[in-house]
C-alpha cells in the first residue's frame, strides 16, 4: 500500500471496504468504497469516502487499501496467558487414557501450573508469554485481556499480575489484567476453601487494588472449584474496592453462575455450556455478555454446548474468545476460535466477527474506547486480503492480515 507523509498528523486509509461493527448498524455495518482518518490514535471519520469532510484528505499521510476490508482490531477478551511450562505431558496421559483424577495425582491440573509459576521470576513470566502474544498480534489483535490464576497467594497473584502489567510495555497493544485469585485451592491451603476466600478477600484483592494491578476481578464458580456463595463473598469486595467482576460460570454444571454474575452486574459470564433460561434472562436484563469459549469445549472434548438459541432469544450480546492458558486451551489464534464458534456452536459469521470486536469490547468494559469503526474510538484496525468477511471464519490455518494498526500507528 502506498503512503504520501502529511505534516497535520492525520492519517486516511481510503479505497476499503468497511466492516464498521457499529452498534445498530445492519450486518456488520458495512461501508462499501470507505474510508477512515484518524488523528493523534482517534478515529475522527469512517464512512463512505466520497462523503468525508475535505478538510480530512489535506495534508493527510494517504494509504491507498486497494480495496481490501478494514474490520476494527480484534479484541481477545479472555486469556491466562501469563503462566511458565506447559501440561502437554498431561495431554499425552490423557491420550493414553488417564482419568483426570489420575493426572492429578500424578501432579497435573491446574496446581501443576501453580507451581511452576511460583518457581517463574516476573522476568521470566514476561518472556514466556510474549510469544504467545506475538501469535494474537500477527493475526490482528489489538487489546487483549489477561488474567492471574496460577499464583494462588499474595506475592505471586502479584507477581502474574505485574507481568501482565509489563506485556503493553514490550509491544504495541492494549492489556487489560484480571485478578483470579479465585481459581482453585492451592496445595498448603489443605482442602479448606473457606478459609481461602478469606484470604483472596482479605488479603490478595485489597493488595492488588492499592497497587492498581487489576482493572477487574475473576472467579471459577464450579464444583470442582467454589460455591457461589464463596464466589459472592470474593464479589462483595471487588464491589466495595470498586473493581468489575466477571465469571467463570456453568462450565461443568449448573451452579446458576450466570444469575450470579448478573446479580452483582458483571461485564461478563463465561464458557456458559449448562446455562439455564433463569440465567439467560438475569444476564440480559443485566447487560452481561455471554464470552463464548469453544477451545477449552474441544480440547477436553466436552459434549454439552452453551444453550446460543437462549442467549439469541434472551437478547444476551455474546463474546468470543480464545480461553488459551495451558491446561484446557493452549490456543493462541483467535481466527481458529471464530472457526470452532461457527462450526461447533453454530455461531453466524456476523456473531464471531462481532463477538471479537464490538462485543469482546462490551466484555472488557471498553465499548466506549474500541471494538468498532466510528469516530471518537480508537483507531484500532485490522487490514484484510480477503474478498469477504466470512473468509476470517471460514479458514482454518490461514492468516489473510495485511496490517495492523494500533491507536493509528
Given at each position: ?13 481510503r ?29 475522527v ?25 478494514i ?61 504467545r ?66 484470604l ?63 446479580r ?49 432469544r ?8 480464545t ?87
Open positions: 500500500m502506498g503512503g504520501e507523509n502529511g505534516k497535520s498528523g492525520l492519517r486516511l486509509w479505497n476499503a471496504r468497511l466492516a464498521t461493527m457499529a452498534y445498530g448498524a445492519a450486518g456488520l455495518g458495512t461501508v462499501e468504497k470507505g474510508a477512515i482518518a484518524a488523528r493523534d490514535g482517534l478515529i471519520y469512517a464512512g463512505v469516502e466520497a462523503e468525508m469532510p475535505a478538510a480530512l484528505r489535506q495534508d493527510a499521510e494517504t494509504i491507498d487499501c486497494e480495496g481490501r476490508w474490520t476494527p482490531g480484534l479484541i481477545d477478551c479472555h486469556t491466562h496467558l501469563i503462566y511458565a511450562g506447559n501440561r502437554a505431558n498431561e495431554f499425552e496421559m490423557r491420550l493414553a487414557g488417564a482419568t483426570y483424577e489420575e493426572v492429578a495425582r500424578a501432579g497435573g491440573g491446574i496446581v501443576s501450573s501453580v507451581k511452576s509459576l511460583r518457581a517463574a521470576s516476573e522476568d521470566e513470566l514476561v518472556a514466556q508469554t510474549l510469544p502474544l506475538d501469535a494474537l498480534i500477527a493475526e490482528g489483535v489489538t487489546t487483549v485481556e489477561v488474567k492471574s490464576g496460577y499464583g494462588l497467594d499474595l506475592d505471586n497473584e502479584k507477581k502474574s499480575l505485574r507481568a501482565a502489567r509489563r506485556l503493553d510495555g514490550e509491544r504495541q497493544v492494549t492489556v487489560r489484567t484480571t485478578c483470579l485469585a479465585a481459581h482453585a485451592l492451592p496445595p498448603e491451603a489443605k482442602g479448606d476453601k473457606d478459609a481461602f476466600i478469606d483472596v478477600a482479605g488479603s490478595i484483592l485489597p493488595a492488588v487494588a492499592a497497587e492498581k494491578l487489576a482493572d477487574a476481578v475473576d472467579g471459577f464458580c464450579e464444583g470442582i472449584a467454589f460455591s457461589p456463595e464463596q464466589i459472592a463473598r470474593v464479589f462483595d469486595k471487588a464491589k466495595a474496592l470498586d473493581l468489575p467482576v466477571k465469571l467463570h460460570a456453568d462450565q461443568l454444571s449448573n451452579l446458576h453462575g450466570a444469575a450470579l454474575a448478573a452483582y452486574g458483571a461485564l461478563s459470564a463465561d464458557h456458559l455450556e449448562y446455562t439455564d433460561e433463569e440465567g439467560a434472562a438475569a444476564m440480559a436484563k443485566a447487560g452481561t455478555v455471554a464470552t463464548i469459549l469453544p477451545g477449552a469445549f474441544y480440547f477436553i472434548r466436552e459434549t454439552k454446548k452453551p444453550p446460543v438459541d437462549l442467549f439469541r434472551h437478547g444476551v450480546k455474546m463474546a468470543v474468545a480461553d488459551s492458558n495451558p491446561g484446557t486451551s493452549p490456543l493462541t489464534s483467535l481466527l481458529l476460535t471464530m472457526n470452532m464458534a461457527a462450526t461447533l456452536f453454530g455461531l453466524t459469521v456476523d456473531e464471531c466477527l462481532a463477538g471479537v470486536t464490538r462485543e469482546a469490547a462490551r466484555a472488557l468494559g471498553l465499548l466506549d474506547k474500541t471494538g468498532t469503526l466510528e469516530a471518537g474510538k480508537s483507531a484500532d484496525l485490522a487490514i484484510w486480503d480477503i474478498e469477504r468477511p466470512a473468509e476470517l471464519v471460514y479458514r482454518m490455518g490461514f492468516n489473510p492480515l495485511h496490517a495492523r494498526i494500533w491507536r493509528g500507528q
